[in-house]
């Protein structure tokens, strides 16, 4: 069983449409909780962190975390084109964090 | 404030040579981690440092090797490379506690032919 794992995709959403990525990870013990986007090409950015069950807000993005069933989920609302990018989900046990392979989402205009 | 800085961008090398890829962490972090990520996948962690000691690794075996200097800045070496090395290399810099999560360098793509 892979440690952090993620539906690879495709997802496609229209323009404006809410985009839900989600995540499910094995280690009980974890501790932090991260989404990173990563445009075609380049490295990974910091989008979102969540730390305690229950949603955070971030403008249009929300983080969701549910440590009972080990699953972590980043909804997009008002999805645009320049969303277009591959999602990880990362999840931090001890001193690793733990990268899942990602989901490509295509927002199309 | 300079964020995390890799070098070189990219890198052809012949297989059983070795590499040294540099990385200097973003001002105010101490703590860099080294990731291996091929195309199509997720990073794989490969090692973090912090003081200057290698504090956790992944599975990877011991022709990769680091080191980190007094100004927190590090150095990822890998020996006898193999094709299956070819990989984008990213570096990414933390506080100690990693709670805030990893600001990511541009990488260095390895290319061993």
């Known amino acids: 069983q892979k440690e952090v794992e993620q539906n690879s995709g495709p997802l496609s959403v229209p323009e404006g449409a809410i985009a839900s990525l989600n995540c499910t990870y094995s280690?009980?013990?974890?501790?932090?909780f991260f989404w990173y986007r990563q445009y075609s090409g380049k490295s990974p950015e910091l989008i979102m962190s969540?730390?305690?069950?229950g949603d955070k807000e971030d403008g249009r993005f929300t983080a969701q975390l549910n440590k009972a069933s080990q699953y972590v989920s980043l909804l997009i609302r008002d999805s645009q084109p320049s969303d277009s990018a591959t999602y990880l989900c990362?999840?931090?046990?001890?001193?690793?964090?733990?990268f899942g392979a990602g989901t490509r989402l295509f927002v199309k205009a | 404030d300079a964020g995390v800085t890799q070098s070189p961008t990219h890198l052809i090398k012949t297989r059983g040579q070795q590499v040294t890829l540099r990385c200097s962490p973003k001002?105010?972090?101490?703590?860099v981690s080294w990731y291996q990520q091929a195309l199509g996948q997720g990073p794989q962690f490969i090692f973090q440092?912090?003081?200057?000691?290698?504090?956790q690794r992944g599975n990877f075996p011991d022709r990769f090797s680091g080191h980190q200097f007094p100004n927190y800045s590090s150095e990822l070496n890998v020996n006898a490379l193999l094709l299956g090395d070819s990989a984008l290399y990213l570096c990414?810099?933390?506080?100690?506690?990693?709670?805030?999560?990893?600001?990511f360098g541009s990488g260095t793509r390895l290319t061993v032919v």
């Open positions: 990414a810099s933390s506080l100690v506690s990693g709670d805030y999560g990893y600001t």
């Open positions: 280690d009980r013990v974890s501790q932090s």
């Open positions: 969540i730390y305690s069950n």
């Open positions: 990362a999840v931090m046990g001890g001193f690793k964090t733990i």
């Open positions: 001002s105010g972090h101490d703590t």
């Open positions: 440092y912090y003081e200057e000691e290698e504090r």
